[in-house]
């Protein structure tokens, strides 16, 4: 089964000091990593992803994401937190499709709340 | 171009009744999954059809059943609801079932259970 655990609930963050939110994931064979980020009472918006290639991926807003395979992490990071990034945010993971199923359904994170302070 | 795009935003219903809602993916896309997002919890996966077959399927109860049709739309039903169904349900397309890319996700349904 595959799995993904943001340790923090929230993240507390003065804006223009850089942010990071963790995430670490369990999956078997290759990951296909995400974050979303998610605005009150709205959907789900797509930030980055990692599917294979450099292990920094940069993605929507400034933000960008390590993937660490020994460490089985994939935290998001912004260099210059604003106050507009202040959202719920969730990291997923995906792994290889199978053809008897259960391979690309994505497995999200609890969310992590960011508050960006002035 | 339309994203994803979901029917009704919000609703209230009473325990026991039925609820469909509706889905209409991103053009281009084919392949329709369905989110169940608890109140300060991250989505569950319930199910993800593609060529109007259920193709996989999260750790919902038979209450929980859904369509595709062949414009790629998508509906899911909810039978028999409990206080615990509500939540907000969001839909998200794809292009291809075995793709590596994003989902793209509606705004969702918010769905009252009183």
């Known amino acids: 089964a595959q799995s993904v655990a943001q340790p923090e609930d929230q993240v507390n963050v003065a804006e223009g000091n850089p942010l990071t939110v963790k995430c670490t994931y369990s999956?078997?064979?290759?990951?296909?990593l995400f974050w979303y980020v998610q605005y009150p009472n709205r959907g789900l918006q797509f930030l980055l992803k990692y599917i294979t290639g450099d292990n920094l991926v940069k993605g929507s807003y400034g933000f960008e994401a390590e993937f660490n395979k020994s460490q089985t992490s994939f935290h998001l990071k912004k260099p210059s937190a604003l106050v507009s990034d202040s959202a719920l945010y969730f990291c997923a993971v995906r792994g290889p499709f199978r053809v008897t199923g259960g391979g690309n359904k994505l497995t999200f994170g609890t969310g992590t709340q960011l508050k960006v302070e002035l | 171009d339309a994203g994803v795009t979901q029917s009704p935003t919000h609703l209230i219903k009473t325990r026991g009744q039925q609820v469909t809602l509706r889905c209409s993916p991103k053009s281009g896309h084919d392949t329709v999954s369905w989110y169940q997002q608890a109140l300060g919890q991250g989505p569950q996966f319930i199910f993800q059809?593609?060529?109007?077959?259920?193709?996989q399927r999260g750790n919902f109860p038979d209450r929980f059943s859904g369509h595709q049709f062949p414009n790629y739309s998508s509906e899911l039903n909810v039978n028999a609801l409990l206080l615990g169904d509500s939540a907000l349900y969001l839909c998200?397309?794809?292009?291809?079932?075995?793709?590596?890319?994003?989902?793209?996700f509606g705004e969702g349904s918010r769905l009252t259970v009183l």
């Open positions: 999956v078997s064979g290759n990951p296909y």
């Open positions: 059809y593609y060529e109007e077959e259920e193709r």
């Open positions: 998200a397309s794809s292009e291809g079932q075995t793709n590596t890319g994003e989902l793209f």
